[in-house]
C-alpha cells in the first residue's frame, strides 16, 4: 500500500460511454499526475496538477478530461474513446520539490471495446 | 529533453544470486533525479531507490544499490540476493532538477522483466 487508491481496479467501455477514473491520496501531498502505460511503451505522462492547479498537459486528446477538487483527489474523465486509448492508467502523488519520489495507485486496466 | 534507455527487455537470476539492471539516461540538466520502481502484475509502480546527481555515494536501499556513474551517464541498479518475489518489470525513470511543479515529471524507460528462477 503506497497510500495512493485508484478506483475502479478494471474498466471496460464501449465508444459511447462515459466514464471516470478516481484517484485519493491522503499523504499531503500537493502533486498529482495521470500517467498512461500502453503494452511495450514506457509509461507517458498525461495531466500533472499542482496545488489543483493544472500545470502540465502532455498533448493529451479532449476525449480525456482531467479534475482536480482538491490536493487529495483527481479525476480522468472519460469519452468516446478510442480503441487504442485501452491500456493501464497510473495516478501518482508526490510531495514538494523536483527530486521527490512519486507515489503510484495499482493503477486502473481500461479496455476500451 | 531527458531519455532514459534500458536495454535489456528481459533477464534471468537465480534465486540468492545478485543481478544488475541496466540503465542509461540523456539529459542536459546539471541537477537531476533517478530512480528506479518495480512492478508486479498488479500493476502498482512501487518506488525503490533514488539518486541525486550531485550525490557522491552510490545510494542504498536494503538489497538494492544503484551504481551511479556519472560520466557514463549509467544508473544500473543491483540486486542482491535474489528472492522470487523480485519477479517484475523494473523501470528505471528521471526527472529534472529545477523546483516548480510544471517542471517535476518522471520520464520512464521501457522497463526490463526479471524473472527470477527457484
Redesign the interface.
Known amino acids: 500500500e503506497t497510500g495512493v487508491t485508484q478506483t475502479p481496479r478494471h474498466l471496460v467501455m464501449g465508444m459511447t460511454n462515459k466514464k471516470s477514473l478516481k484517484c485519493e491520496q491522503h499523504l499531503g501531498h500537493n502533486a498529482m499526475y495521470w500517467y498512461k502505460q500502453s503494452a511495450k511503451k514506457p509509461l507517458e505522462l498525461m495531466f500533472v496538477y499542482n496545488f489543483k492547479e493544472q500545470t502540465e498537459n502532455n498533448s493529451v486528446p479532449s476525449r480525456f478530461s482531467p479534475e482536480c477538487p482538491n490536493s487529495s483527489h483527481l479525476f480522468l474523465h472519460l469519452h468516446t474513446l478510442q480503441p487504442e486509448d485501452s491500456a493501464l492508467y497510473l495516478c501518482a502523488s508526490s510531495p514538494p520539490g523536483p527530486l521527490t519520489e512519486a507515489f503510484f495507485g495499482q493503477g486502473t486496466r481500461l479496455t476500451v471495446v | 529533453a531527458q531519455k ?1 534507455t534500458q536495454t535489456q527487455p528481459g533477464m534471468f537470476v537465480q534465486e540468492k544470486e545478485a543481478v544488475t539492471l541496466d540503465c542509461t539516461y540523456d539529459t542536459s540538466d546539471q ?3 533517478l ?1 528506479w ?1 518495480k512492478q508486479p502484475s ?6 525503490l531507490i ?1 539518486q ?1 546527481s550531485y550525490d557522491e555515494q552510490n545510494a542504498t536501499e536494503g538489497r538494492y544499490s544503484l551504481n551511479f556513474q556519472k560520466a557514463r551517464k549509467s544508473a544500473n541498479l543491483v540486486i542482491s540476493a535474489s528472492q522470487l518475489g523480485d519477479s517484475a518489470m523494473y ?1 528505471c ?1 528521471m ?17 526490463t522483466l526479471l524473472t527470477v528462477n527457484p
Request: a positive charge; hydrophobic letters at 25%; zero cysteines.
Open positions: 532514459i541537477s537531476y533525479g530512480f520502481y498488479s500493476g502498482e509502480m512501487i518506488f533514488y541525486g523501470f525513470a526527472s529534472p532538477g529545477r523546483s516548480g511543479g510544471s517542471n517535476y515529471k518522471l520520464t520512464f524507460g521501457k522497463g
